[in-house]
């Protein structure tokens, strides 16, 4: 596990040697105090040596928890959601395909992701754990620790958390703040389709999550702190003036609701970004270079390939088809079973 998360393993090691060490000074001195009176051998030694094997105990064990998630064999219908419906996946080379596999499994491993009156099916819960991976896949030691659960509601919802088909219930997502801080509300319906339209320009998933890595700074406002120095924090303020400036006039092909707020703009775009990052760049050349610097990643060099797979459509298995998991098996014979 040490070369997926080298700088998180390190520093649980450490933080746990430290107070490991401070649970065995206090001991040591609470044992010589005991020895000198007519406390037994055995009990001095015992509390010389049980409080720091506890300590480090508890404090390392989510290092050995994710070590067990990652050592586990990667579920075969889990790739299949993977190759049928989120191109980002399908154009990575192998070694990007195993990371993107593994952080997969620490997500789902570590957070809830829970069904609200809503079959949590394996498509779903692939795809909401994917829309976590994406943003944040150019940073090797990124945590969440911005979200504990998200919710699965069976269809959109309003500022009462009242989901239906009414009128007023018209919010694709949400992410909770005050006493549901850490809470993500996605929509069924629309997180399936974010990715299953993947030319659109439109992912609810993409989106929720892009205002998490906002809020990486602790203020969701728009201004990542991730990829923006304070040097380049004032061009990006004036970008994105300028951005929703042309939205308002009707000159660009931005999603309006980014004129909402900063926020929102930097969530929209984020969209736009990742579902279409080649007409972003044709369209949006300042824009499009700046967020390969927030995300820290080059979609640059797989334009092409995202291109070719959005023409290429959704695919389909068939039961003699190639096994998508890549073992080389007819379908019917490998992950279909």
């Known amino acids: 596990m040490g070369d997926l998360f080298p700088a998180w393993e390190q520093r649980a090691f450490w933080t746990a040697i430290a107070f490991t060490g401070l649970s065995l000074l206090v001991s040591a001195t609470l044992a010589a105090a005991l020895h000198r009176g007519d406390t037994p051998l055995w009990l001095t030694l015992s509390l010389l040596s049980v409080p720091p094997v506890l300590v480090y105990a508890g404090l390392t064990r989510r290092i050995r928890r994710r070590r067990s998630l990652i050592s586990q064999p990667f579920p075969s219908e889990w790739e299949v959601v993977l190759q049928r419906d989120v191109i980002f996946y399908r154009v990575l080379d192998a070694a990007e395909r195993e990371r993107f596999r593994r952080l997969l499994q620490v997500f789902i491993g570590e957070k809830r992701i829970t069904g609200i009156k809503v079959e949590l099916d394996t498509t779903t819960l692939v795809l909401a754990a994917a829309s976590a991976i994406i943003p944040i896949f150019g940073f090797p030691d990124w945590e969440w620790h911005q979200i504990s659960e998200i919710l699965i509601y069976p269809a959109r919802f309003d500022e009462g958390f009242s989901f239906g088909s009414a009128r007023d219930h018209a919010t694709l997502g949400m992410v909770g703040t005050g006493t549901m801080n850490r809470l993500m509300i996605l929509s069924k319906p629309d997180l399936l389709a974010g990715f299953r339209n993947p030319g659109d320009k439109r992912n609810v998933g993409l989106h929720e999550f892009a205002h998490l890595v906002d809020k990486s700074d602790g203020t969701i406002d728009g201004v990542p702190s991730i990829g923006l120095n304070r040097r380049n924090v004032g061009p990006w ?76 459509g959704r695919p389909t298995f068939g039961r003699n088809s190639p096994c998508p998991c890549g073992s080389g098996i007819k379908f019917k014979k490998c992950c279909r079973r």
């Open 237 to 312: 303020i004036e970008l994105v003036r300028r951005k929703m400036e042309e939205i308002e006039t009707g000159k660009s092909d931005i999603n309006p609701y980014a004129l909402t707020s900063e926020a929102e703009f930097f969530a929209v775009a984020t969209e736009y970004f990742f579902e279409r990052p080649g007409v972003m760049q044709q369209k949006h050349p300042k824009l499009f270079a700046a967020l390969e610097r927030v995300f820290n990643q080059d979609l640059g060099s797989r334009m092409r390939a995202i291109r070719q797979e959005i023409k290429r």
